[in-house]
Nanobody
Framework: MQLVDSGGGLVQPGGSLRLSCVAS????????MGWFRQAPGKEREFVAA????????YYADSVKGRFTISRDNAKNTVSLRMNSLKAEDTAVYYC????????????????????WGQGTQVTVSS
């Protein structure tokens, strides 16, 4: 599976961005999807995940209530809507995929994911 991330950019604190990830090469609806991020000098961290059906989502505490993950299986796309952005949200964001038949599977460990996008830079600064 190939994943292509896009949508990053420079935004002021309190602003919004929408990241997208388009998948190809495999049956997208067979995969749970996740978003991770990595800030300079820090380890990669979990942001959000969504099950193959879209019926289950899971968020890191740091983004809960501000970020929304969604997917469109007809368009092979997963999105991350980010509102009320903070300076500490600055990072390279990556989408990732793991094959799963479980309706509720939303893994938060990056070691469980098999496929990764190239990343898109999000910078929150005034």
């Amino acid at each position: 599976m190939q994943l292509v991330d896009s949508g990053g950019g420079l935004v002021q604190p309190g602003g919004s961005l929408r990241l997208s990830c388009v998948a190809s090469g495999r049956t997208f609806s067979s995969y749970a999807m996740g978003w991770f991020r990595q800030a300079p000098g820090k380890e990669r961290e979990f942001v959000a995940a969504i099950s193959w059906s879209g019926g289950s989502t899971y968020y890191a505490d740091s983004v809960k209530g501000r970020f929304t993950i969604s997917r469109d299986n007809a368009k092979n796309t997963v999105s991350l809507r980010m509102n009320s952005l903070k300076a500490e949200d600055t990072a390279v964001y990556y989408c990732a995929a793991v094959e799963s038949g479980s309706y509720y599977y939303t893994p938060s460990s990056d070691s469980l994911y098999n496929y990764w996008g190239q990343g898109t830079q999000v910078t929150v600064s005034s």
